[in-house]
Each structure stands twice: as C-alpha cells, then as structure tokens.
C-alpha cells in the first residue's frame, strides 16, 4: 500500500480551483487532453476562473471578406486576429486551416488555437446545409493547436454525415492529446427558421454535442421559442422556466451533462453594446461558461472591441 | 488420446448452469465474445440466471435532454444512470460515448457497459431513418466495454446500410471478443405504424438481427397485429398463438433460433407500473431472457425506479 | 458551473474503498485499463481488498513438462489450472497462450486471464536470456483476458531487446483497455547468480518495470545480500533495513512508485509450506500486494493446494 | 503587394523579445515545434528571458530507485517530481514513460513535460552502452507533453543505432509539433573516461546533436581536458581558451551553431552549492542558456533544493 | 498519329547545349529528376556550362566542430555557409540535416540544397566504418533540396550496409524526383592507406556509385598508385596512363559510365592555392564535371576563400 508521504496531493485540493474541478468531469480523458484543456482555460484574462472568452474568425470563408471584413479593413489582416485575441486576454482564437497557416509561427506561444476542420462557404445554398472538412488532426498539431473545432447542423438531413466526420476526427484529436470544440448550430430543413435558436432546440443540440464526445460546445443564446411539440409538453409540465436568458442557459447547461461540459455561448449577428452585455450577463446568471464572439469584435474598430471584450470579461469576473 | 484425469469438466456440468447452457449456443465465437456475455449474465441482481435486465440511456441523444431528463433532473448527470444501473442490480448499463466517457473512470468495474455505437436525433426526422455512427470498436475498447449496442431500422430504405455498417462493426467487435447487442426497430415507408410492433415484424427483425450475428437482441414487446399478408396466412394456416403476451413473445423467442440468441424486450414510453409488470409477466412465460428499461426506470424518482426494477428482477426470479 | 445534484459521488468516497484508491493511482490511464484492473482485483476470495493470489503456469514452457506437471499429473491437463485457480479463489490465472487457447472458451467468465506474452524454453540455454515473443495483444482480446503480461530479465545483456518490445506491446495493450503485468526477473551476465534475489536488484527491477509503464510487477521475494556496490553505499548510509523480508518488501514496494503500483511476489522454487508462509507474512508485513504461485500450488495434490493457498489469502485477509 | 496595415509586426519587433529571438533560429520548423519551444520558454521564473531551468529525473531508471532517492525519500513518489518543479519555477520536468504517466494527469496544464525516450539501466553495463527505447512519439502526444527527450553517447560503437533511432523518433516528434530535446553524453570505448568531460569532446557531442536535428541540447559541464589529438592541435594553434568554466562554455555554445541552439549544462553528480553556483556562474557567462539539473534537486532535503534552483536562477537572472 | 506542329523542338537542339546534353544521359529518369539535376547545372557562376562546384559542408559532424571552424569562426554559424556559397556562385550547396534546417527557411529559394543523408562523427572510430543516416527523403522534400547525398566506403566489410541503405534511399528519392549525389570514398580493412586514393579504386568507387543509380558521383583526387594487382596487369598490359593527374581523371571519368555520370573531384584536406589549382588542372584537362570543395574554401576567411572559388571557376570556364 502507498506510503504517505507529506508530497502527496491533498484530497479535495481541487475544490477551490475551478480549473482542477472542470478537468475532473474529463477523467475518463487521457493527459493529454486535459492540459490543452488547461492551456486554453489558464490562458489570457479569464485564466484560471474557469471561465473563457473565445474569439472566432471564420467568417471570411463563411460570408466571404467583404461582408467580414469590410466595416473594419484592419480584419483583412490575419495577423490581426492573433493580435487582438492576445491583447484582449481571449483565452483562445479560432480560426480555419489558412488564417492559422497565416500567422501561427509569428505567434508561436503567444495565443492558444483552435484550428476548425470544417467550414462551409455562402456561394452555393441549401436548406440542408453540410460543411466541408477542410483540414485535419495532423494540421492542428504541426500548428501547435489546443483543439480541434467543428461545426454540425442539427435540423439539417445532412447531420449524420456531419456527425459520423466529427467522430472519426474526435477519436484521432483524443488519441493524440487534442481537445474538441463543437458548434452546435441547429439549422435545416428540420426546422424552423425561429426553431435555430429555440430552447429546446440549443439544449438538444447540446446535448447532442456532449453524447458525440465534444469536451466544449459552443451554442447560440437562445430565445424564448420551444420548437418541438413533444418538448413544449415537457416544458410546460414541469414549468421549466425560459423567460430570461439566465433561465434558458441555465436549460442548456442542464442539458449539457448537467453542467459537467464546458458551454459557451455566441452573439451570432452584430448587434449593440448594450445589448450584448445584457445578454452576457445572463448566460454568466444562468451558469454558462463563457463566450465566443466574433463578429461583435472583429468588425469594430480594435479600440472599440477591446473595451467592448474587456467588459464582458468583467461581466465573468463579476466585476459587471 | 486424451487421458481421463478427474479434473475434467463432466459432460452436460453446464446443465444445471443457466449461464453455461446460454455460452453453449455460441460456441462458434471465441473465447472473449463468450467471456464477455458471461460479465453481463454474471452480474447485478440477475447474476447467473441467465435473465438479465439492462438500463439503456440513448434518450438524451434520440429524443432530447428536457423529455428525457426533466421528469426527474438528477437524469442529466452523467454519473446518475451509472449509479442507478449499480444500485438497481442491472446486469450492463447502454449509452452513447459522450455519458459512457463521462463516467467511465468513475464506475470502472462497477457495472458492465454497452456502447451504443449508432444513434439518431429527432431534430430532423425522416420516413425512412437511417442512425449516425457515433461511436468505434475501438471506443468500446479503451472504455472498457463488453459489449457495442447498434440499431437497426427493418423496414426502412436505408436498412442495407445499417446492415452493412454493423456487419463490419460485428466483424471487428467479435474479433476484439466483444459481444454485440441489436436494438432491432422495425420502422419505415416499408411499414405501417401498426406494423412497427406487429408480432409477425418483430419476429422477423429478431431473425435478421441473429442473422447478422448479434449475439443479444432487443425487440419491442409485440402486438398481436400481423402486418404482412403473407406472414398472416402462414399464422393462420399453422394456428400461431398471438393472443396474449407470452404467447407473442414465445413466437419471438422462437424466430430468435429457436430460443439460441438472448432476446430481451423493451417497454417503449413511459406507462404505469402495472403495466409493465404484467407485461413483462408476458415476456418471462413466453421465454423473453429479460427487460431494457429506459424511460420507465430513469423517468421516474430514484427510489420509485429502484423498487420498480426490483419487481421485474422477481418476476424473472419468479418471485412474483 | 456544474449543478450540484446529490447524484454526484461523494469526494473522497475512495478513502474507504482500497480498489478505488488503488484505481486513482493510475488515473493517467483510460477507463478500459482500469476496469480490467478491477477485474482483477474485485475477482476471488480477496476480491475488494487491495490484495491479489494469482496462479501462473507457465513453467511447461519454461522448464518442460515432466519437471513441471509429473509430481502432481493432473496438471498435465490445461483446464486443471483453470479450475484449479477458480477453485482457490485466486484474482486471476495467468498462461502461455496454449494454455489459454485450450480452456478459455469452457472457463469463459469464471476467472479473470492473464497471457503471457513472452516465453523461454530450457532446450537451449544463455548466459544472456531472453524470451520469445509467443503471444499478441489481439490474441489477450479474443481470448477475453484482463491483462497480457511480460517477463524482463534486467541484467541481460539482451534487456533492451526485452524493454523495447514490452513498450510496443504495453502501448498497444492500453490502447486497447488491458492491463499489463510485468515479471521482473534479474538475470543475466550482468548479475552473480546470488544477485539475481538481492534487495536492491529486486528494487532496481521493480523500479524499471514501473518507469516502463507496467501496472502490476511481480517479482521474486528478496534477500539481504546487496549486489551492486554504489547500491551498498547508500544502504549503508541511508541505513536503509533488510534484515527482514517486511524490511525488504517494505524497500522494494518503495521502489515501486512509493507503493502506487500493484507489486506482487513470487515465492519461486518449490518449498515446504512454513516457509512459504512465513515468506508471505513477511510480504504483506512489508506492504507487499500479494503473492504469484506457481510450483508451489500446482505440484501439490489439489487439496493440499487449496489449503495452502486458503492459508496464504487468510494472511492477507489478516486473519493468520 | 501586402497593403500596410497598422496590425503589421514591426519587423525587428523580436529585438528585445528573449524567446521570439530564439524562436526565429528555428523559423525552418512548423508552428507547432515553435509553439512547445515557446511553452517552455515562457513557464516558470525565467518565463520570457531565454533562459531555462528543467528539472530531470531518470536516475530511478538510469542508477536504481536507493541511489536515487533514498537520501530524499520523498523522491521515491511519482508526485513529489512535479510538484517540486512547479514549486521550484522550473521551465519543464524530464522524466521516462513510467513517472510521467503516474503524474500527467493529475498535474495537466501545470508545468511542461518532455518524455524521456530511451533509458538504460546499470544492472548490466557495457563499455559501448545504448539505451533502451521506452516510449513513443504518440506517448509524448497523449501525455501532453512538449517534448521528446533522447540521450546519444557518442563515443560508443552503438552511436549510430542510437543516431538512426533518434533520426526516426525526431522526424515523427517534428510532423506533430513536439520539440526534441537531445542529452548528449559522450561515452563509450571510443574515448578515455577523462574525455567523457573534455572540452573538444563536448563541443563535438553538441555539435552532433544539432546536426541531427536537435532544438535543445544538454551537455555535462566540460573540463579543460582536450581528448582528440587533431581537436588539441588546433586549440593551441587557434589559441582557443579553455582555463575558465566560462571559456569551455563559450566553445561548446559555438559549437551548437554559434549560439543558435538553446545550450543547457548538467553538473552531473550531486555535489556541494558552492561548487554547482560557481560552475552555473560560468555556464551563464560563457553563453549557456540554463541548466538541466537532477541529482543535485532531488536528492536534496525539498527546502534546500528550492533554495539551490532559487539561487541558479538568480545567477541567470543577473541578480547573482 | 501524330500531327507535325511547328512547336516541335528541333531534333538535335541540345547538341550546343550542356545541360541538355546531360540531362539525355539521364532519360530513363523522371522529369522531376531531370528538373532537380537542371535546378543544380542552372545556378551559380557556372550556369549552363555543364560544370559544377559544389560547396559541402558536413565536417562539423565528421570531424567535429574545432577542427572543422576554429581556423575561420564565421563558419560555426549555419548562415555563413548558405552565403557563401550564394557569393561564390556555387551550384549547390551539400550538408546534413541540422545545418540545412538552420538556414533553408532563411535561404529559400537562393542556393540549390543537398541532403547529407548518413553522416560519421569521429569520437569512434573503427577499421571498417559505416556512417549512420542521419536524415531521410521526406526532410530533403520538406527541405526544399534538389538531391539527397550519401557517402559509400567501397572496402570497408560494412560496404553492403552501405550499399543497401543507398539503394532504398535511392529509390525513393527518385520516386519523388530527387536527384541522388554517392560520395564513393574507399576506406576500411580491404585497402591499403595508399589504395583509397589509388587510381585503380577510385575508377572502381566510381564505377560501383553509377551501378548503384547514382546520378552525380564525387570521388577524390586519385594518386598513380595502383592497389589491385590484378588491376595493375590491366593498366600495364593495355597501357592505361596514370601519370598526370588528367590521365587519372580521364580513367576515372570513363569507368563512371564512359562519362555519362556527373562525375566531380574534391580535394580533400586544406592545402594550398597553387597546389589545388593545379589539380583542378588536371580534372578539367581529364573530362571532370567539376569540383566539391569544403575545407579548402570555408576554412579560409571569406574573401580569400571567394578568391580561390572564382579561380577555379574560371579553370572550368577555360579563362584560366
């Protein structure tokens, strides 16, 4: 039997170190997972909170440049994603295959990333939408990546093939000591356009996202709709509350694991200051774990989105 | 010439050993297939009767977090099924990876699990389904898993691609010495509604599933609708009981090569107590090897669904 | 944040549970190593207990037949171990893969397997050993065992050849959810034939076989002779103890990652039954895991045998 | 053309960086390696200055567990080893497969890894050594570590075994992004045990080293001894000072490609504070980029040893 | 069939053209191989001419740092050799893997690079040596490299070795169009001191390196001795002149496939100007494709060494 040794761990010493505690709901990962776990969430103004503020910029291959990058040229410039990401304190900047090509050995160690290996681009529609992979495991790791990311569209009749590409890329992330970020943006022929962002829709997309293996899930702040008829009966017989937003996170958290996975929360469109904070406010309120926020930064004046994250980090800080 | 030692097994010592007799039906597979059956049939209340009774919890993937787990909240942690499968003296507990890895390294070797390696949403649904793939052989491996659970949908369109997904999952699992576990749905533009539990569709997905080479079938207890015409006049010709339970699910158990497959049966949505009592009453004399009970076990409150549980293990104990 | 529920498992809940507690020392592992683990451990009389009998018969390979099996002939007979192991209540049996293949299917489920992966025969002899590579990790799967185990034989001057190869296999084996088991045998040009049982060479190996990976390690109960002479200059001035075999045992589980990994003895050529006895007081005194006991049973008459080894478990179960 | 954009790098903006200095002598390698370098560069108390304290631990394996930690018996815990490295401020923790599994879970994200690939015992020894290969590129990967570490003994008749391997393990660790990090300890029957030390010899031993591929090379702290008949001709014919700990630095760290190597010294044998300041004193002056140091932590009391590494890095902070 | 266009090239259009002249000799070849060898024939003074000087630069690891540097410091920085040889108008520039990785990235696409693929350092040495590989195939890909080179000891009893790893580097690089550069320097226990340089062997060296697919051979200046007897019946009975250095060159040109191999001379240790001019001479008025000078040209200061390559160019220009 061990000899206790004075050296030896006490137990319980996570219980006041959220980070520690956010990496025992992962045990069952191997080592490697959980320190780029660890990378991303003791990185930047929220490290060690276990809290995260993400930036993503995939939008020059999902809207094209001009609708991107336009408002605020700066944006053209991959290194100034990296740039901000740092001087924002974000915990993470996510980002595809070349705007990480573009930048990653300038930025070596200054930024944790997250390469996503899917995107899909708006020249071509579909009511059953399904990205492309576009870049791979072995990609992330000789970029130095924390994670691998990944969209699904659940809703659309393409999601099978969406999922079943994520699970094979989740297996060899795992094996190799990454870890996956899943967006979980319900959209399709499934569902109704309002449905996208209902409550019961972003729960199930989290809890899809969680079943499939995701160790984060990113999901849009849902509004106040119940999509589906059988969920509605659930919600209105057990009164689960949805009038603020603090309420519905605080339903999708449940629904992710029961708040044992790491869910963080986008904006979508740009939209006012005021209004963002407001709606930040209640996913803090309702137990989210952060945010990743885009477009509400990248297409500011630099200046202007500095204030802006640095407020809403405050907001996780409980500063705000 | 083998020389007659004393320590040999005596010829038919498996007679009065429910679990023998069972291992004996498969004695093409190999040792870690029938190793691994022998874990599920050892353990829990059940253990060693040959019955067995096992806790699937998919719901949160198939139908969504708030109608599987807002009845009874403490459902959406992870670690309740593990503990509830444990303390309900189940013989394995089934999910999908994300709660399988949530747990896992919590519960190891307390319970025996199934990975449930294919899995649809209901976010967007289709007449003719067809499950994702959500999980590896390799999963099962690395969390210690005895068995994969797969679905598959006769009467469906997609059905070959099911069939042929698991042929390959079937190949590798075996040569792993996993045991294979069939949910076999009859579902699809092939069926009427009626005939997804039909007696006569039900006996014909458990033929298929042990032709594929499951090695542990779960159907839905039948109706005594007979949905193919053809199928109705050989029920007729031959006289084919189907008016109560036992008599359906003996024609199951016989369609299951002749009683050489372990065929399991699951109640479908949440009903009464009663209910389920009397109709696994059905299962146990027609010959059925034991109960899946998801909803109607984690739907309700933890100690309810203990003593629920308990009275269908006595009736398979035929205590009740 | 995680939603308390009175679900979750108590912190601490290991404190009095020696498996669990044993369980975290390998937390770096996957879910699938530690429930082979606990197969193994929560197997046989000692099943819960922290401590481990395994029998081991691989000494028809290793010193041929006659000298193994003629004393007591049924051993002659493959499935005698099998039943021999379950009748003696032991955690686990470990054979070549012979031995195996020829009573794996009949014993499937009743007693947990470990397989030899590596073998020597004495047709042909060195003075620098090293075994054969006689079974795989994909042999262990479809044979349904717990575990492969592996001879080293430190002080070879073909123990790199030994170490690299355990590595692949080790690396495999895990991947794959088993668990590995390592016979740390010092011998070789390298050692005096008196060294080969010396204190700090039995540390020496326990020490490498840990740093190799490997979970559990048995090796030959130690005595005071020092072999090395920088290893006696520290005994020395460290005053580390050996008179006894607890002072020795207590060094040597030491030496094992400060007693965070399994180690078992083994008691070695055939003795009389005090002296085994008194050996085993002396490792569970030491802190030792448990015993490895081949000749010692199997070239006894079966009752004998059991008694001798029921005697053995009481020691461990501080009851002798 | 590129359109100037105020985000733009000033060029020379790595000036007064330490580490983005460093980084750009390694601008052949993929983001990945230059993001582990950074990792290393940027942890502990010389976080950002160029310079590097690791803290190695191998001896368990390379002079057995009593020589190795029986003076501090704490060492003998998998754990104390990472938690002194933390305390201590250390830039990263060397250690074979064995130590670091028994940790990286539990110390995920806390301090950087480098995994120990080759190892050799002293239970057999020989006058032209080689190693062991222990552990994998893709156990570096799933343990989360920013390195693979390798030792080469020039000067033995298995070089080029030991060369080729590395070769191959190099390669693989470079496709994945991890750093390598190569001992190089000149040993063997090609060379007195007087050259194992000599000046010539280690500034060939260095220079192999980033031949091959190197990004991080330790070396013994060199005598004035010059081994090599045609190496003394020319010290004396170019006058190649040699007198002072800090001269024979100067030759070994233009020796790596002028200084475009990160350099570290071990001082070997546990020796007296004085005698390890002063030799880390002239390693600061000659060039050298930090100290690799062992024996001389670990095996002392934990307060004194924090107190010695507070002490080196003072010295290569300038403040000593 | 074919139809005539007036873009045909004119059938004996390279009769006035070197290059094209050579590349015919290599037609059995693919074109990526016939681009590599123009990418060399096309740079530098030389340009065109069919003539070439290659500058290598792999004594740092065959002879060690000292030795190799100390005369001229400059060269112990990687970047001074890439520039040199830029400034000297070289075709190539040849080293092993860590110096090409120390500056290709910086040098890109200015100098023509060759991979030194196996390299021996001389901290052992021994009577029949063998290089170790030191670099691979896909590093000369990554790398940029126009060609692979590898060094062969025709005579020493590891020359099979040799010959076997050359033959699948071989193959592979020529698979991904690499051209492949054979240093034949005869050495080991099967020559006398005197015959390395014999003219007898270096004809042999030769004519074995273009058996074993080499597309550019490199051999040393040979002396008039003969080491073979049987050999020297040869010369004597068909009267084959050895006297001056062209009658030597031209044997050797002639027996690496009647000069249909590149076929370049080095120089071998530093010596001096006129001495080296001279020979060069003698290699030019032999048929001789060009020289590879290392020592010679970076043990110099820079413009003295400039200098000397600008006189020997202008020997293969025919102005001097």
């Not at 209105?236 to 694991?257: C, G, L, N, W, Y």
Request: a neutral charge.
């Amino acid at each position: 039997m061990e000899q206790r040794i004075a050296v030896d761990r006490k137990k319980g010493a996570s219980a006041g170190n959220p980070v520690k505690t956010i990496l025992e709901w992962y045990q069952g990962e191997n080592p490697g997972v959980l320190t780029n776990l660890a990378r991303m969430l003791n990185h930047g103004t929220l490290a060690g909170t276990g809290k995260m503020v993400i930036l993503p910029v995939d939008q020059g291959f999902e809207h094209g440049p001009a609708r991107s990058f336009a408002e605020n040229p700066a944006g053209y410039h991959p290194h100034y994603h990296f740039q901000f990401a740092i001087d924002a304190g974000c915990n993470a900047y996510a980002a595809p295959l070349g705007f990480l090509e573009a930048g990653a050995a300038e930025f070596a160690g200054e930024i944790p990333l997250i390469l996503k290996l899917n995107n899909s681009d708006s020249l071509f529609s579909s009511s059953d939408p399904c990205p492309a992979i576009t870049g791979s495991v072995q990609d992330a790791l000789r970029l130095g990546c924390c994670a691998i990311g990944y969209t699904i569209y659940p809703g659309s009749s393409m999601r099978n093939q969406m999922y079943e590409d994520l699970r094979e890329l989740t297996q060899e992330a795992k094996a190799s000591g990454l870890a996956v970020v899943v967006w979980a943006y319900p959209r399709g022929s499934g569902l109704s356009k309002e449905g996208e962002t209902a409550v019961d829709v972003a729960g199930y997309a989290a809890q899809v996202s969680a079943q499939l293996g995701a160790h984060v899930i990113k999901v849009k702040t849902p509004t106040a709709h119940i999509e589906q008829p059988e969920a509605r009966k659930v919600f209105e017989k057990q009164k689960i509350p949805v009038d603020t937003m603090a309420d519905r996170v605080r339903h999708i958290v449940q629904s992710a694991f029961n708040g044992r996975r790491i869910l963080i929360f986008s904006g979508g469109a740009a939209k006012g200051t005021d209004e963002i904070l407001e709606e930040i406010r209640g996913v803090r309120d309702g137990g989210g774990f952060g945010s990743i926020i885009g477009r509400n930064s990248f297409q500011r004046p630099k200046a202007e989105a500095l204030k802006l994250l640095s407020n809403v980090m405050d907001i996780y800080l409980n500063k705000n």
